[in-house]
Every structure is written in C-alpha cells, then in structure tokens.
C-alpha cells in the first residue's frame, strides 16, 4: 500500500515533530514557571497590576533613599564638630619625679580645632592647663610635648 521511501519519511516527520513538541512543551513549562515566580505573593492579578506594584516600590524605595541622603549629609555636617581625632603623649617635664605622670591630651574635630589639656605632676602637687587649637594652629605657649600631642592628632587618619 504505502511505499518503504513514504513510511521513511512518513517517521522522519513524526520524529521531527515530536522533538518540536517536545522543545515547545519544555519552553512553556519555563515561562510558567519564570510568571510564577514574577507572581509569587501577589494573588490574582494581571501582569499590569504586578508591574505596576513594582513600580511603586520602586518610587517608595528612591524616595527613601533621598531622605536617607539629605539625613547623612545632616550627620556629616554635624560631625565635623565632634571630635574624631586624639592623641595623647606622657612625659617627665620635672627631674625630681619618677615615671612619665605628666600628659598633654589633644582632642581635636574635623577641622582640625579643639583643645590641649596638659597636666604637669610634681612632688608639690598636680596642674591642670587646657590651651584652644584652632584650625591646627599653635604658638609659642605651647610646650614641645604639647605641639607633639597637637601634630600627633592631626596626622591621624580619620
């Protein structure tokens, strides 16, 4: 009835289909699952209404952002008053005492102003002096343990 040449190709035909279907069948069982996914936690809705609540996501989340900004920026401008850099050098400025009692503390903010608090201990007593740095500047008061103390703290990294 049918020749050997037609039931050939007649085979050749089935199988190219059947490995058509098949590819087919794997694509669609993909993008289901890719729209369950993108759908997970949304209900029943349409892919406008899931786009669409990614969008305002989106906008909440760039709004915070800006907020979050204009917050860090207020921080920073108030930490530049805070201070961020110290250092602290001992010594023995008097013979007659043993050990290094005596210290020179430099505390100073961003832009590199603040203060020295020395203390010079002695047999007679302890004396406390608190000199203003301002913009990394000393002068001729300060003591060389002082000045120390003041470079020391500027050279700090932040």
Request: aromatic content about 10%; hydrophobic content about 40%; overall charge positive.
């Amino acid at each position: 009835m049918f020749s050997e040449d037609f039931l050939t190709g007649l085979n050749i035909v089935w199988l190219v289909v059947f490995f058509w279907l098949s590819a087919l069948t794997i694509f669609l069982v993909l993008a289901i699952r890719r729209y369950q996914k993108l759908t997970r936690g949304v209900g029943s809705g349409s892919l406008d209404k899931i786009i669409q609540k990614i969008l305002a996501d989106q906008e909440k989340s760039n709004k915070e952002v800006g907020l979050n900004r204009n917050k860090i920026s207020l921080i920073e401008d108030k930490a530049k008053n805070y201070f961020q850099k110290m250092a602290l050098v001992r010594y023995n400025p008097f013979n007659q005492t043993g050990g290094n009692q005596s210290f020179s503390l430099t505390l100073l903010d961003k832009e590199n102003s603040g203060i020295v608090i020395s203390s010079f201990h002695s047999r007679e007593g302890t004396r406390l002096y608190a000199k203003i740095i301002t913009l990394g500047k000393t002068d001729d008061s300060f003591s060389k343990e002082e000045k120390m103390a003041v470079k020391e703290a500027i050279n700090k990294r932040q």
